[in-house]
């Protein structure tokens, strides 16, 4: 069992918007701003899309936002394209000696 | 152009051992925290473990403790993951990744993996 939350899928239309959530506790989510996400196509390593919430690296898309309410963490992708079509992991620092958990992953289905 | 590239993963029996590596270029190793990230065949990311920049300081997942060391070597630019006593439920992809931020908990820079199997 993961130690943060995700649904195992969600889906959109090309030019809409949607939201993958991620729920953990005080302990990781809930009590840092240090909520990461990634994006991983069938095959490839992961990509850091979000870090610190709602921070973008360098050369990803405006298209993807980041937020954090209390114990859950939310990444937004609007203007759904083809190629987002992917899985999605969060990712949080935790107080204990790992320093970091995943969550269990999002399958995002563009319609 | 910062690169990791793991080796050295293949089929191994159950209690068998594998030392994978990950060679690391376009960046100074040396500064840099590092991690090993596992994926089970249609599953999601596990971490497994990480190391502080000069090898001082480890930890791993409950799960690989005791069976499992991770090490570097800064003169070589090449951090490692020794598995011993392996377990099909290891079988999975490892991807060694950079770690990064103020806490040292997210990574900009992944490899590509390197699959490793346990079967008999």
């Known amino acids: 069992q993961s130690a943060l939350t995700q649904p195992a899928s969600v889906s959109g239309s090309p030019g809409q918007s949607i939201t993958i959530s991620c729920t953990g506790t005080s302990s990781d989510v809930g009590g840092y701003n240090y909520v990461s996400w990634y994006q991983q196509h069938p095959g490839k390593a992961p990509k850091l899309m979000i870090y610190d919430v709602s921070n973008r690296p360098s050369g990803v898309s405006n298209r993807f936002s980041g937020s954090k309410s209390g114990n859950t963490a939310s990444l937004t992708i609007s203007g759904l394209q083809a190629e987002d079509e992917a899985d999605y992991y969060c990712s949080s620092y935790t107080s204990s000696s790992t320093l970091a958990v995943f969550g269990g992953g999002t399958k995002l289905t563009v319609l | 152009e910062v690169q990791l590239v793991e080796s050295g993963g293949g089929l191994v029996q159950p209690g068998g051992s594998l030392r994978l590596s990950c060679a690391a270029s376009?960046?100074?190793?040396?500064?840099?925290?590092m991690h090993w990230v596992r994926q089970a065949p249609g599953k999601g990311l596990v971490w497994v473990s990480r190391?502080?920049?000069?090898?001082?300081?480890?930890s791993y997942a409950d799960s690989v403790k005791g069976r499992f060391t991770i090490s570097r070597d800064n003169a070589k630019n090449t951090l490692y993951l020794q598995m011993n006593s392996l377990r099909a439920e290891d079988t999975a992809v490892y991807y060694c990744?950079?770690?990064?931020?103020?806490?040292?908990?997210?990574?900009?820079?992944w490899g590509q993996g390197t699959l490793v199997t346990v079967s008999s």
């Open positions: 376009g960046f100074t190793f040396s500064s840099y925290w």
């Open positions: 190391i502080n920049s000069d090898g001082s300081s480890t």
């Open positions: 990744a950079r770690l990064v931020g103020a806490t040292v908990s997210y990574s900009d820079y």
